[in-house]
């Protein structure tokens, strides 16, 4: 098992920054890919970003490309989500994602850990 564990969501005005990290603990983080998804208000879930188990490889949702910027840090068990030029249509539950498989995937189904969620609301 994988624990995940994502903070650093909350509420800023658009315009504004947050940065949303997510821990790992319990398998070799480095050996997997990880993934950002995100839900809002009664929508589904959808991909946001992805970044292979190096680093060297990085996907991202047309609606977040150029404004939000996937990394990690594999000695720290982290993976990071800066995000940018934030608008109320970022408003959502987002997600930290673990899957077992080096390169990255836009498909939920390809991740096999999921945390808790962190909410970020964007204000107008």
């Known amino acids: 098992q994988m624990q995940l564990v994502e903070s650093g969501g909350g509420l800023v005005q658009a315009g504004g920054s947050l940065r949303l990290s997510c821990v790992a603990s319990g398998r070799t983080f480095s050996t997997y890919a990880m993934g950002w998804f995100r839900q809002a208000p009664g929508k589904e879930r959808e991909f946001a970003a992805a970044?292979?188990?190096?680093?060297?490889?990085?996907n991202y949702a047309d609606s977040v490309k150029g404004r939000f910027t996937i990394s990690r840090g594999n000695a720290k068990n982290t993976v990071y989500l800066q995000m940018n030029d934030l608008k109320p249509e970022d408003t959502a539950v987002y997600y930290c994602?673990?899957?077992?498989?080096?390169?990255?995937?836009?498909?939920?189904?390809?991740?096999?850990?999921w945390g808790q969620g962190t909410q970020v609301t964007v204000s107008s």
């Open positions: 994602a673990a899957a077992r498989t080096l390169l990255t995937s836009t498909r939920e189904q390809a991740y096999d850990y």
């Open positions: 970044i292979s188990w190096s680093g060297g490889s990085t």
